[in-house]
């Protein structure tokens, strides 16, 4: 019997250049299926970057990035082809013009009553409802992303400065949220953050970027966790 694959992704020799400025530089990095990755790193270290291109929304200026074992497909003008299986958090195409409650209704009609008592009961996140889309602040509109993200059903799903403006409550639900994704879908997660307490006790594996370039790759405390209790 062949074993089964499990690389998801796979990057060699990438660069990303914007007007001769290196922006990112990864020799090799290999992403495993079923895993929950976190991207560290400060302000301009290439997180932003390299999320949008792992999603299909930028693409390299050299080297290889693979998805599946093949590289992204593109269209007659060049454009990537994203794969529907691949949820980039923030990218979702939102009418702006309606209330969050409204578009809520709108989007998931036969569950919206269960989505704003899972999601939005607390005492910020409820302040939410009654704003138009276009009008939410960052925070606000992070936690609309990830509401939407927790209620998709990817096979990868990729979200940038996870939980950076939630409060503990909000943090708490995404982290479930996405931990119950991974474990009965057996989702690819990958988030990236410039805070370490976000991502050290959530994430398996962790990445830390510092000026375009990966400086080590560490497991996170999730999986000594894990193997912990797999040791008693």
């Known amino acids: 019997m062949s074993k089964k694959p499990t690389l998801i992704y796979e990057l060699k020799n990438l660069k ?10 990864i020799g090799r990095l290999q992403i495993h299926r079923g895993t929950v990755y976190g991207i560290l790193g400060p302000v301009g270290s290439g ?9 299909g929304c930028d693409m390299q200026s050299e080297g290889k990035l693979q998805y599946n074992h093949m590289e992204f497909q593109r269209s007659w003008l060049g454009k990537i082809k994203v794969p529907d299986e691949i949820y980039f958090a923030g990218n979702h195409n939102y009418n702006k013009s309606q209330i969050v409650k409204s ?14 008592k899972q999601y939005f009961n607390g005492s910020v996140s409820k302040r939410i409802l009654p704003i138009k889309i276009q009008h939410l602040s960052p925070g606000q509109k992070s936690w609309l992303d990830t509401v939407f993200a927790l209620e998709s059903d990817p096979r990868v799903l990729i979200q940038d400065d996870f939980a950076s403006l939630f409060d503990s409550e909000m943090q708490s639900i995404a982290r479930k949220g996405l931990r119950k994704m991974n474990k009965n879908l057996g989702t690819t997660i990958i988030l990236s953050s410039i805070n370490s307490n976000v991502l050290r006790n959530f994430c398996s594996v962790i990445i830390y970027l510092e000026n375009g370039h990966i400086i080590k790759v560490r497991s996170g405390n999730s999986r000594n966790q894990h193997n912990k209790r797999s040791n008693k």
């Open 47 to 55: 997180k932003t970057t390299l999320l949008k291109m792992l999603a």
């Open 103 to 116: 578009y809520i209704d709108f989007c998931f009609p036969n569950k919206s009553n269960k989505i704003l």
């Open 16 to 25: 990303k250049v914007y007007n001769n400025n290196p922006i990112l530089s």
